[in-house]
């Protein structure tokens, strides 16, 4: 757990400044110490932060421990060292709220899953990775995408790091309110960071981000949040906050996991763990004046803990809707583990010789799940 050591901080009259980084805007109103060397942010602006809590504290300033990122609706990626001695229930995770001291217990979110990255390695801080998964996706899935390309950043880029960790060091003073810093990437792809080890830095696991001198850095607390980089289509997670040899040190920059490096583990494990929701073909012989009943079976991949929702929709092919077919629209649901269910479709009859008909259903608007075949044909096979 933080230390929730605050201390009356002497007031420096420092004017007001607007920064604009990371597509966010930080307003640094600073009479205090800022996350070393940053500003506080309006977390509207990066509603893809997070902070994990300690689920049985209610303070949710008292409870935090460390940040996150919201990559899928209901996907957070921090660090390994964050939750390796955690359980689902023990953690829980809040987004979008600037002030901890605002966290109400509705704004707090279970989790059901935690994934520890496998390689991960306590004694030399590798592969410091993991997600988890929210008991219910977050509305509106508010998300940032990660970096997959292992030749970005390079050396000199500038990059954002948010977080609630200290803004100070060696003295520790914890801030109420969410502060992003800016850094620069400060080793490249595969260069050595500051005045650290060959076998303590690893630039294949690891980042490399500060300022020349020090004193701009993330700190104790900051762990588990973003490091982020700026492009023409929006930020990318870089990095993972993970360790550093005290905090904004000269020589000692921050070390962050380079998440290049665990993209396809990442991109893997979410997709492995989404069920898809499929809808397939069906047919249906036409009566002679009789109705029948077409019914398109739709499929889950997996069983989940949560209930999934996709809407859907039958429209017309060669088959006319209210001649042929009643057409109809709406939701399905399934229920917790419940993965088949059909969409039955009224078929009417007629004595017309003519050749088969078709009309199709489609999926749209899933949430908790990807669509995979998301549009199938009912064939009328006509028997006249
Ligand atoms: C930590 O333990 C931590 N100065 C985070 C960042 C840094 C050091 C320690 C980098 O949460």
Same mark, same amino acid.
């Given at each position: 757990?933080?230390?929730a050591?605050?201390?009356?901080l002497?007031?420096?009259p420092v004017?007001c400044?607007?920064?604009?980084?990371?597509g966010?805007t930080?307003?640094?109103?600073?009479a205090?110490?800022?996350?070393?060397g /940053?500003?506080?942010?309006?977390?509207s602006t990066?509603?893809?932060v997070v902070?994990l809590?300690? #689920?049985?504290?209610?303070?949710a300033?008292?409870?935090q421990?460390?940040?996150?990122?919201l990559?899928? #609706?209901?996907?957070?990626?921090?660090a390994?060292?964050?939750?390796k001695?955690q359980?689902p229930?023990s953690?829980?995770?809040?987004?979008?709220?600037?002030d901890?001291?605002d966290?109400g #217990?509705?704004?707090?979110?279970a989790?059901?899953r935690i994934?520890?990255?496998?390689?991960?390695?306590a004694?030399? $801080? =590798?592969?410091?990775v993991a997600?988890?998964?929210l008991?219910?996706?977050?509305?509106g899935?508010?998300?940032v995408?990660i970096?997959?390309?292992?030749?970005?950043?390079?050396v000199?880029?500038?990059?954002?790091?948010?977080?609630?960790g200290s803004?100070?060091?060696?003295?520790t003073?914890?801030?109420t309110?969410?502060?992003g810093?800016?850094?620069?990437?400060?080793?490249?792809?595969s260069?050595?960071?500051?005045?650290?080890?060959a076998?303590?830095?690893?630039?294949?696991h690891?980042?490399c981000?500060?300022?020349?001198?020090?004193?701009? $850095? =993330?700190?104790? /607390?900051?762990?588990?949040?973003p490091?982020v980089?700026?492009?023409?289509?929006?930020?990318?997670v870089?990095?993972?906050?993970?360790?550093g040899?005290?905090?904004?040190k000269?020589n000692?920059p921050?070390?962050?996991?380079?998440?290049?490096t665990? #993209?396809?583990?990442?991109v893997?494990?979410?997709?492995?763990?989404t069920?898809?929701v499929?809808?397939? $073909?069906?047919?249906v012989?036409e009566?002679?004046?009789k109705?029948?009943?077409?019914?398109?079976p739709?499929?889950?991949?997996?069983?989940?803990?949560s209930?999934?929702?996709?809407?859907?929709?039958?429209?017309?092919?060669?088959?006319?809707?209210?001649k042929?077919f009643?057409a109809?629209?709406?939701?399905?649901t399934?229920?917790p583990?419940?993965?088949d269910?059909?969409?039955?479709?009224k078929?009417?009859?007629?004595?017309?010789?003519?050749p088969?008909?078709?009309?199709?259903?489609?999926l749209?608007?899933?949430?908790?799940?990807?669509?995979g075949?998301?549009?199938?044909?009912a064939t009328?096979?006509d028997? $006249?």
């Open positions: 757990m933080r230390r050591i605050l201390r009356a002497v007031a420096v004017a400044s607007m920064l604009t980084f990371g966010a930080a307003v640094g109103a600073a205090t110490p800022r996350i070393i /940053g500003n506080v942010v309006d977390a990066v509603p893809w902070a809590m300690h #689920a049985g504290v209610a303070n300033y008292d409870a421990l460390c940040g996150g990122s990559i899928a #609706a209901d996907w957070v990626l921090t390994a060292h964050c939750v001695k359980t229930a953690i829980d995770v809040t987004w979008g709220i600037t901890l001291n966290v #217990a509705n704004d707090r979110r989790l059901t994934i520890v990255n496998p390689h991960y390695d004694a030399h $801080d =590798t592969s410091d997600l988890l998964q008991a219910t996706p977050v509305p899935a508010p998300t995408d970096n997959s390309d292992p030749s970005s950043p390079s000199g880029a500038p990059l954002v790091a948010y977080g609630w803004t100070s060091y060696p003295q003073s914890y801030p309110q969410l502060h810093v800016m850094l620069l990437d400060e080793a490249g792809p260069g050595a960071c500051g005045s650290y080890s076998s303590a830095y690893v630039p294949l690891m980042l981000a500060g300022v020349p001198g020090g004193g701009k $850095d =993330t700190c104790f /607390g900051d762990s588990g949040g490091l980089k700026e492009w023409a289509n929006g930020p990318r870089v990095g993972v906050t993970s360790w040899k005290g905090c904004a000269h000692y921050g070390v962050y996991a380079r998440v290049s665990y #993209a396809p583990w990442i893997q494990t979410l997709s492995a763990t069920p898809v499929s809808v397939n $073909d069906t047919s012989v009566g002679n004046k109705q029948r009943t077409a019914a398109f739709v499929v889950l991949s997996a069983p989940t803990t209930t999934v929702t996709v809407q859907f929709e039958v429209r017309a092919g060669t088959a006319e809707a209210g042929d009643v109809r629209h709406g939701k399905l399934f229920k583990n419940q993965t269910m059909s969409v039955p479709v078929v009417k009859g007629d004595t017309i010789k003519e088969n008909e078709t009309f199709t259903l489609h749209s608007s899933v949430a908790n799940a990807t669509i075949n998301g549009t199938a044909t009328i096979i028997d $006249d």
